[in-house]
Every structure is written in C-alpha cells, then in structure tokens.
C-alpha cells in the first residue's frame, strides 16, 4: 500500500467555490478564474502516491500550489474536492478532534523559519510536540535527547535558540519534528532560509539522516539542485497543477515540454546522469572455457579489442585483449582461463557521470557497468559517454 495517495486534489480559496470549479472544467487559467470570480486556484487536480521510506521533493516557483500542497497532505488545508488517503485513512474526511489527533501521531513538520521558542532551552524545544500528547517528562527528555543526537546536537541540550547559529536552529527543527517519531516528515522550505554552505551541509545531513531513519518524507523546494540531491522522485508543479513526476534523471533526460525544460536547462547533467544512463550493451561476451579463438572470433565479429569474460549467470570474471588471445593459440591453449584479466575499471549502474568522465579518460578499455551481485550490465566507452553529455543526456 502507498503511504500516502493524493487523488484529484483540487483547492479554490474563497467562500462560493463552485463557479471556479465549474471555469477549471471548461479549461479557464488561474489568472482568469482570479479575474472572474475573485477566487484563487491553490491545486488542480492533482494526483499521485507516495512511497513507504521515499523523499518526494514538491518543487515549482512561488505560486506553483506546493505549500498549499503539503498543508493538504496534514489536514491544515481542506482541499475544495478530491481526497488525501495516508495509510489508507482519509484525511479530508475526518471530523476535527479525530485529524488533530491522527496529525500529532503521524505527522512531524520542519518549516522554514525554524519555528523554535526563544524563551525555551533547546531541549524544551525538542520536548514540545510530546509535551502537547501529554507524554511524561522522564520520557519526554529520553526521547528529545535521542533526537537531538540523531541531528548531531548531543551536548547542547540547556543552550537557548539565540546561541545556535542558524543551521544549528533548524538541526533543532528537525529534531522537534523526529522526536515524536512521526510516520511521515514533511519539510516546507526547510533548508531556504540558510545561506548556501549551511544549506549544503544540511542537505547531506538529511540524506545521511534518512539512511539511518527511514521515514517518509515530502520535502518542498523551488531549488532543483536541492531537489536533484535530496529527493528519490520530484514533483514539478506549475499554476497549481502536476506537470511531471520522475525521478531527477527521468525529468532531466525526457522533460515533459517548455516549462520543465526551462528548469532543467542550467542542471549540470554530470552530476545528475548515471553509468545507466550512458551505458551501452556489451556487443560480445566471452566464457572461461572458450577457446583463444573462440574469443578472438567473437572480438571481430563485433569490432572490439578487449572482450569482458562472464560466468553463465553473467557475473562478471574478468578481461582478455585480442592481444592476449592470439598469445594463447600461438601456445596452443585450449580455453583463456589463464589469460583473464582483473578488471579495473567498473562501476555501479548509479554512479554519477561526473565520477565516470576521469576513469574513462585515464583508461582505454571500456567501463564494465555491474549491479551488486557483480553481473555485468552493460559498458561505458568514451564515445556512448560524450554522445550522450552532446545529446544533453537524452541519449
């Protein structure tokens, strides 16, 4: 089961909604609907789940309806139509004491402007959200302290918010929002209000902090490289509406029109594509018990000088040169076992291009491409990869 699904939320903001619902059906723009009934579009139905253990990434200009989004996904807003199902409980149908309730179980939220008690130390400020389920204060401390040494804020438990730097304040946001355990972490802005190295380490911390953790979280940004680094899909939003979701290679290499090719365009694509992305097929592969001119044959017939050698289940073994092979007959051997070379250049199919452009350059045997079980995949050459960075990874 997804964690959560959105279907067909749409949000008109004002007290008479229907005459804007009925201009959205007969395809009326948010400016005109604005125009005619004095009403404002927040989301146009807008559908989509998110997975258990995912960081989503809502990202799109201001006015794209992604904060209007994620209030929806808590209950803060109610939408106008449509619903919000988290584990399957329908959020938009749940009467007031039942969602407030259901938000403090299942819900932490980071915001943008840290959001922290000046009056209160910052392990009272980690406290609070347990504090308000009525926890008790033994628990309550245990668990806040645990927090804050998940964000890496152990030892400054008694400091006040005035003496945090600003990354420090929002490492206290986070740790309000983790230590009341929450199924889903969502994280409005959460990092736009630091300055850009502060913003940096804080993204990494996020990344290192969810392999550790595991929540669900849906972050929202308008800052594609922060959303490239942080989220496993991104939802592009424009004028309330979805206008793509995918993973950031997906939209980087197949962006759905102007808009989102606009967004991408100034992405350096190295650090977003993958040996997946730029790899090609192995014209030919050789096993341990060929021939030397077995494999020597199979060299030519596909134009190569160097063949990879896989066992049955393709795992990879190793290399042989042409070179090699014509040796071995020369010697009279009956299979290249004895000529098999380490490889060692390979690398994951998620390896960044930017780590590939080096080991391609420096080597001049192609790239064995493996998945963790060491089966080989595919290959990087150096033409599939400057082929594919011409193209602007649409390859």
Not at 105 to 118: D, E, I, S, T, W
Not at 331 to 338: A, C, D, L, T, Y
Not at 371 to 378: A, M, N, S
Request: proline residues 4%.
């Amino acid at each position: 089961m997804d964690k959560i699904s959105i279907e067909k939320v749409t949000k008109v903001f004002g007290p008479r909604p229907e005459r804007a619902l009925a201009l959205l059906g007969e395809g009326k723009s948010k400016r005109e609907i604005m125009d005619e009934t004095r009403h404002a579009v927040g989301l146009v139905d807008v559908s989509f789940a998110v997975n258990e253990g995912e960081t989503l990434v809502v990202m799109g200009l201001s006015g794209s309806g992604k904060s209007t989004l994620i209030r929806c996904l808590n209950g803060l807003i109610k939408p106008t139509s449509g619903r919000v199902l988290v584990d399957g409980a329908d959020v938009t149908r749940m009467p007031e004491k039942a969602l407030v309730a259901f938000r403090r179980r299942k819900f932490g939220m980071v915001f943008q402007n840290f959001a922290l008690f000046p009056h209160r130390s910052v392990i009272r400020n980690v406290e609070y959200g347990l504090e308000v389920q009525g926890v008790d204060p033994s628990t309550r401390t245990a668990k806040a302290r645990e927090a804050l040494e998940l964000v890496g804020l152990g030892g400054w438990e008694d400091s006040m918010p005035s003496q945090l730097s600003g990354g420090m304040q929002q490492r206290v946001g986070l740790a309000r929002a983790l230590a009341v355990d929450p199924d889903v972490l969502l994280m409005d802005e959460a990092f736009s209000a630091l300055d850009p190295l502060i913003r940096r380490d804080m993204q990494h911390e996020l990344i290192s902090l969810q392999d550790r953790v595991q929540k669900t979280i849906v972050f929202i940004t308008h800052d594609l490289d922060e959303a490239i680094k942080i989220g496993d899909r991104v939802v592009l939003m424009k004028d309330g509406a979805v206008v793509q979701i995918g993973t950031a290679e997906e939209i980087l290499t197949n962006p759905a029109g102007r808009y989102v090719e606009r967004f991408v365009e100034e992405v350096d694509v190295t650090k977003v594509l993958t040996a997946r992305t730029v790899m090609i097929p192995t014209r030919a592969v050789a096993y341990a018990a060929d021939g030397p001119r077995t494999a020597l044959h199979k060299m030519k017939e596909a134009g190569i000088s160097n063949i990879f050698v896989v066992k049955k289940d393709d795992s990879l073994l190793g290399i042989v040169s042409a070179a090699e092979a014509k040796s071995a007959i020369d010697r009279g051997e009956k299979n290249i076992s004895s000529i098999i070379e380490e490889v060692r250049d390979k690398v994951g199919p998620d390896e960044p291009v930017s780590a590939l452009i080096p080991i391609v350059a420096a080597s001049g045997l192609p790239v064995a491409v493996v998945d963790g079980k060491d089966k080989l995949l595919g290959v990087v050459i150096k033409g599939s990869l400057l082929s594919c960075l011409a193209e602007g990874g649409s390859g």
